[in-house]
């Protein structure tokens, strides 16, 4: 079984800046891909970023990247999110996953993710 608990959200002018923040416990953290998703209102829930267990290799959606940045700290059992030059589309309540079954590679699709946060609301103003 494995918890994660996001924070770091909030409500933040548009160019402005948060980071993210997610706590994992009940599992060997550093053997599984960590990943945030987005979901706005009405929309699906949409892939944002991906960091590897093997090598942290990292891979961002096209609309965020240059501007989001995902890394881990396995010593503190956490994965970040900082985003920057944020936009209004950027708006969404954004969640964590692992990904506890990939042997090689990341995913994309939320369907690979076994374990989810509860979230946290990201409100960009114009």
């Known amino acids: 079984q494995v918890q994660l608990v996001e924070s770091g959200g909030g409500l933040v002018q548009a160019g402005g800046s948060l980071r993210l923040s997610c706590a994992a416990s009940?599992?060997?953290?550093?053997?599984?891909?960590m990943a945030w998703f987005r979901q706005a209102p009405g929309k699906g829930r949409e892939f944002v970023a991906v960091?590897?267990?093997?090598?942290?290799?990292?891979y961002y959606a096209d609309s965020v990247k240059g501007r989001f940045t995902i890394s881990r700290d396995n010593a503190k059992n956490t994965v970040y999110l900082q985003m920057n030059s944020l936009k209004p589309e950027d708006t969404a309540i954004y969640y964590c996953?692992?990904?506890?079954?990939?042997?090689?590679?990341?995913?994309?699709?939320?369907?690979?993710?076994?374990?989810w946060g509860q979230g946290t609301q990201v409100t960009v103003s114009s």
């Open positions: 996953a692992a990904d506890i079954r990939s042997v090689t590679g990341v995913r994309t699709a939320p369907e690979a993710y076994d374990y």
């Open positions: 009940g599992r060997t953290f550093t053997r599984y891909n």
């Open positions: 960091v590897s267990w093997i090598g942290g290799s990292t």
